[in-house]
């Protein structure tokens, strides 16, 4: 087993908002300390600057925070690197369509030819789609920005499920958290789990969680620009815990079943049923964050039945158990 040298992806000219450096702050605290005690050699870590390299006493980019960066490797080190990390990619790239740098692209392509294991985290996936490397493959990201990952680079099978894909050489992963994830993963495969659990011990997180990136998706609010559809959508939401068809929906829309269909797969990009279903499912995610009621209390109110299928939908759907869910979001009041 060997470590190896990891360069992680620093944006110095294009400007690094405080909230992704969380995200680039991941593979330093977990790459760039020596744990001797653990492994010997240690990771070898080099953060690679988009643009010149800078010198001692030189400047970075000034974020909007007043912080400024430097490094002291440039994109020409990353093919060298056993392992290259995009921590995330500017937002104007993610909303606006900005391009990223040319030279970026170019750097991520010349380190995978030359080998090099190539790495995501939360809005990263936008820059190794970018240079090709996710076409055909299954890859992750934030669940806020799945959806523009798909539509944007179609060839690339998106899944926002997950806290995690590896696939082997490239290796993607979801937003904040999920990126610690990935990057103990990465420990596992490269040093065992023994030093990967010894690593979350001291970083006093849990070695691997359960579930996905699925359990923290607000399901209960999808997007509709239908504006006809507002008063059914509200009306089936007090109503829940009974029994609802598509044509009772229909009927309260004064549709036939099958416009009603048309018009909320259009207006939301799922079925009537699904829509119930996750309507449902939010509404028990509610009630286990803020209430003590008993599961079987829980899928009665939802409208999803027994505790059994409540338990059989939130595998299904979310990934997790309703108890580990009420675990991971315990109520603070």
Same mark, same amino acid.
């Given at each position: 087993?060997?470590?190896?040298?990891?360069?992680?992806?620093?944006?110095?000219?294009?400007?690094?908002?405080?909230?992704?450096?969380? %995200?680039?702050?991941?593979?330093?605290?977990?790459?760039?300390?020596?744990?001797?005690?653990?492994? #010997?050699?240690?990771? %070898?870590? *080099?953060?690679?600057?988009?643009?010149?390299?800078?010198? %001692?006493?030189?400047?970075?980019? @000034?974020?909007?925070?007043?912080?400024?960066?430097?490094?002291?490797?440039?994109?020409?080190?990353?093919?060298?690197?056993?392992?290259?990390?995009?921590?995330?990619?500017?937002?104007?790239?993610?909303?606006?369509?900005?391009?990223?740098?040319?030279?970026?692209?170019?750097?991520?392509?010349?380190?995978?030819?030359?080998?090099?294991? @190539?790495?995501?985290?939360?809005?990263?996936?936008?820059?190794?789609? %970018?240079?090709?490397?996710?076409?055909?493959?299954?890859?992750?990201?934030?669940?806020?920005?799945?959806?523009?990952?798909?539509?944007?680079?179609?060839?690339?099978?998106? #899944?926002?499920?997950?806290?995690?894909?590896?696939?082997?050489?490239?290796?993607?992963? /979801?937003?904040?958290?999920?990126?610690?994830?990935?990057?103990?993963?990465?420990?596992?495969?490269?040093?065992?789990?023994?030093?990967?659990?010894?690593?979350?011990? *001291?970083?006093?997180?849990?070695?691997?969680?359960?579930?996905?990136? /699925?359990?923290?998706?607000?399901?209960?609010?999808?997007?509709? #620009?239908?504006?006809?559809?507002?008063?059914?959508?509200?009306?089936?939401?007090?109503?829940?815990?009974?029994?609802?068809?598509?044509?009772?929906?229909?009927?309260?829309?004064?549709?036939?079943?099958?416009?009603?269909?048309? *018009?909320?797969?259009?207006?939301?990009?799922?079925?009537?049923?699904?829509?119930?279903?996750?309507?449902?499912?939010?509404?028990?995610?509610?009630?286990?964050?803020?209430?003590?009621?008993?599961?079987?209390?829980?899928?009665?109110?939802?409208?999803?039945?027994?505790?059994?299928?409540? *338990?059989?939908?939130?595998?299904?759907?979310?990934?997790?158990?309703?108890?580990?869910?009420?675990?991971?979001?315990?109520?603070?009041?």
């Amino acid at each position: 087993m060997s470590a190896g040298s990891v360069a992680v992806v620093v944006p110095v000219d294009i400007g690094v908002p405080s909230w992704d450096l969380y %995200e680039l702050s991941i593979p330093c605290t977990v790459f760039g300390k020596p744990q001797p005690d653990l492994a #010997d050699p240690w990771y %070898e870590l *080099r953060l690679c600057g988009i643009g010149e390299p800078q010198q %001692e006493g030189q400047g970075g980019s @000034m974020a909007d925070n007043g912080l400024a960066l430097r490094t002291r490797y440039g994109l020409d080190d990353l093919v060298n690197a056993d392992t290259v990390i995009v921590p995330s990619v500017p937002d104007p790239c993610v909303e606006d369509g900005r391009p990223l740098p040319p030279d970026l692209i170019t750097a991520l392509r010349r380190a995978y030819d030359a080998g090099a294991r @190539m790495v995501s985290l939360c809005t990263g996936a936008f820059a190794l789609a %970018e240079a090709g490397l996710l076409d055909g493959r299954r890859a992750t990201a934030h669940w806020m920005h799945t959806a523009q990952l798909a539509e944007r680079y179609p060839k690339v099978h998106v #899944d926002d499920s997950v806290l995690y894909v590896d696939d082997g050489d490239v290796l993607t992963s /979801a937003g904040l958290t999920a990126g610690l994830d990935l990057c103990l993963h990465l420990v596992r495969r490269d040093l065992g789990a023994h030093v990967a659990n010894q690593l979350a011990r *001291r970083m006093v997180v849990p070695a691997h969680r359960p579930g996905g990136q /699925a359990q923290f998706i607000d399901l209960s609010v999808p997007a509709t #620009d239908d504006q006809g559809l507002g008063p059914v959508l509200e009306w089936a939401r007090a109503r829940l815990d009974q029994p609802l068809t598509v044509e009772d929906l229909a009927r309260r829309a004064a549709m036939s079943p099958r416009t009603f269909y048309r *018009r909320l797969q259009a207006a939301t990009g799922t079925t009537p049923l699904q829509w119930l279903l996750n309507q449902r499912l939010g509404r028990a995610q509610g009630l286990l964050e803020s209430t003590d009621l008993p599961i079987d209390k829980v899928g009665e109110l939802s409208g999803l039945g027994t505790a059994n299928n409540l *338990r059989h939908h939130f595998l299904k759907q979310i990934g997790v158990s309703p108890s580990d869910y009420r675990r991971a979001f315990p109520r603070t009041g």
